[in-house]
């Protein structure tokens, strides 16, 4: 490997401001559209929120009312953007940054072969210099800060020195803060679901990169399932960012925000009523209930009534003239279970 020659970047990038940098939830294609981060907004109020990822050309050229769709309570808010073209890549960072969004996030970490024939996503850690220009350029674009969500390496590459490398190129263009999800990405033979199950995690990895260098803000993601592992993390790391575990367990985002932010904790059902409004709002507007209810399916996860919850909103929430009245009626049915309980 080549020494690497640390060149002066034209501009820094802002850091993510501290407190918001500890508690965030990670960009899900399909999932974390704007209603879902409406809801975990409802639920982590002081959790930084991502996009699913949207290719530079889609920002560009594509319908962005519909792409870059964001409800102003759901700040702060990032936009993830996939590419690998510094020129494209820049463009989409200004119109995300005037489009409303608190950070441009780069994504060096999907596997998926769609994503490998544009190379882009996960095949970017073999690229680190065109990941420096591209961040260069997106910096050089829009004021907010511009940063890298990436893997610790991908196939069979295992050695930590070429991890660093990476992170120290893309740093000297400027970026500050790194997701790291803490994995290699496979790139032959495994799906994308695999690629976030079989690729052993190494946390220690993301804990070594801040200890040297100490000056960069490290989230680390990656299989974190409750709330004392996530607190852990924090011993070692700026931030811990959730995926699955919040979108499957979303009370768990709640309680994560108590513990570390303080304030009372809400009940679920509480929670979910402060959504009417935005949920009314939505219906009238001509949204399908089922459209948001999808989201809200793993509120009671683990709790009596929670599969009769799930079950409600799933078959009720696809019926012609779905509204709010069915989530009363599926909350009402957990609430008897918990009268029960109580009695
Ligand atoms: C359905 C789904 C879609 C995903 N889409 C993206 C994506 O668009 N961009 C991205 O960087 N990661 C994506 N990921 C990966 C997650 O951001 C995260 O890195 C991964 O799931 C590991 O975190 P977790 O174990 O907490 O879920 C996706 C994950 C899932 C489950």
Redesign the pocket.
């Known amino acids: 490997m080549a020494a690497m020659i640390p060149t002066p970047p034209t501009a820094v990038s802002p850091a993510i401001p501290a407190p918001q940098v500890r508690l965030s939830v990670?960009?899900?294609?399909?999932?974390t559209d704007s209603h879902c981060r409406v809801f975990h907004r409802a639920i982590a109020p002081h959790a930084r929120l991502y996009t699913?990822?949207v290719h530079a050309n889609a920002v560009i050229h594509g319908d962005r009312e519909r792409l870059l769709a964001m409800d102003p309570v759901e700040h702060p808010v990032a936009l993830?953007l996939g590419g690998s073209e510094p020129a494209l890549l820049a463009q989409a960072a200004r119109i995300g940054a005037d489009w409303g969004f608190d950070e441009i996030n780069l994504?060096c970490?999907?596997p998926s072969d769609r994503v490998q024939a544009g190379r882009f996503g996960a095949c970017l850690m073999r690229e680190p210099d065109l990941v420096a220009e591209s961040v260069a350029a997106m910096i050089g674009a829009c004021a907010v800060p511009v940063t890298v969500?990436c893997r610790l390496g991908v196939d069979d590459e295992h050695r930590f020195e070429v991890f660093l490398d990476f992170v120290d190129r893309v740093a000297a263009a400027g970026c500050r803060s790194f997701v790291v999800?803490a994995r290699n990405a496979w790139l032959k033979g495994l799906s994308p679901k695999e690629n976030?199950e079989v690729p052993p995690l190494r946390y220690d990895w993301a804990y070594r990169l801040k200890r040297e260098r100490p000056g960069l803000q490290v989230v680390v993601?990656?299989?974190?399932a409750d709330l004392t592992e996530a607190t852990a993390h924090l011993e070692h790391a700026d931030g811990a960012?959730?995926?699955?575990?919040a979108y499957h367990d979303p009370y768990l985002l709640h309680r994560l925000d108590v513990a570390w932010f303080g304030g009372a904790e809400r009940s679920r059902a509480e929670l979910l009523r402060s959504l009417r409004p935005y949920v009314e709002a939505q219906l009238e507007r001509g949204v399908f209930l089922k459209h948001i209810a999808r989201h809200l399916l793993g509120l009671f996860h683990g709790e009596r009534g929670g599969r009769a919850f799930r079950q409600i909103l799933s078959e009720g929430a696809h019926r012609p003239g779905a509204d709010w009245a069915l989530i009363e009626r599926a909350l009402a049915l957990t609430e008897s279970f918990a009268a029960r309980d109580a009695a």
């Open positions: 990670a960009p899900m294609m399909d999932w699913e990822m993830q994504n970490g999907c969500k999800h976030r993601n990656g299989g974190i960012m959730l995926g699955r575990a």
